[in-house]
């Protein structure tokens, strides 16, 4: 089945950019999601199809997706923007949703 | 606009089974592919199942075959998720989740149901 690897966390000061890797084979040839997840609430769809944002998601987040890694970019990170964050394919060999490992973004 | 509202938390005994619902309000369920996934206490989402509109079938995942039945009432636009033989592996939160975007991007989300299984 297919794998999606991020980094378990990644710290970031206020104000900087902060980088989350999404790792699968060849995901460079899929489209990629990305969803944030506050504790205690839903997740919520922050970029889908690569690069894509949804309404009302800041201009701050982004994504990029080429060779076996998929990014997702916070510019200027705020302290609102502490979370957990997943990346997410649909794996059309298997026809199965697949989630990444997630990673918890900490602003120092 | 689209709200998915679920049903209350759960406490269930090994082997027993659990049914949460997922009511659609602003749409009709017609117009929604509905999913499921869970989180258990501090780990990540794992995929459940969903209704897959291309060749419209659920599709549930490898890991909850002959286990988990997902069915849906459009006379109420309520959808159901029945998890069965339950063990304490299955504590965990369970969201209903909807593609409203496009097909395979969850932008719409329950509040999440948690399911306790306890002897």
């Known amino acids: 089945s297919y794998v999606l690897t991020q980094p378990p966390s990644v710290s970031v000061a206020p104000g900087q950019t902060a980088r989350i890797p999404c790792g699968g084979n060849?995901?460079?040839?899929?489209?990629v999601h990305w969803y944030q997840q506050k504790p205690g609430q839903a997740p919520v769809l922050v970029v889908y199809?690569?690069?894509d944002r949804p309404s009302g998601i800041p201009e701050r987040f982004s994504g990029s997706n080429s060779g076996n890694t998929a990014t997702l970019t916070i510019s200027r990170v705020e302290a609102g923007d502490e979370a957990d964050y997943y990346c997410?394919?649909?794996?059309?060999?298997?026809?199965?949703?697949?989630f990444g490992t997630g990673t918890k973004v900490t602003v120092l | 606009q689209v709200h998915l509202v679920q049903s209350g938390a759960e406490v269930k005994k090994p082997g027993a089974s659990v049914k949460v619902s997922c009511k659609v309000s602003?749409?009709?369920?017609?117009?929604?592919?509905m999913h499921w996934v869970r989180q258990a206490a501090g780990k990540g989402l794992e995929w459940m199942g969903g209704?897959?509109?291309?060749?419209?079938?659920?599709i549930y995942a490898q890991k909850f075959q002959g286990r988990v039945t997902m069915t849906e009432d459009t006379s109420t636009d309520t959808a159901y998720m029945e998890l069965s033989s339950l063990r304490s592996e299955d504590t965990a939160v369970y969201y209903c989740?909807?593609?409203?975007?496009?097909?395979?991007?969850?932008?719409?989300w329950g509040q999440g149901t948690m399911v306790t299984v306890s002897s």
């Open positions: 989740a909807s593609p409203q975007l496009r097909i395979h991007v969850f932008d719409i």
């Open positions: 199809d690569d690069s």
């Open positions: 209704f897959h509109p291309e060749d419209g079938e659920t």
């Open positions: 602003g749409y009709t369920l017609t117009e929604l592919s």
């Open positions: 997410q394919v649909w794996d059309t060999s298997s026809d199965h949703c697949v």
């Open positions: 060849n995901i460079g040839s899929k489209s």
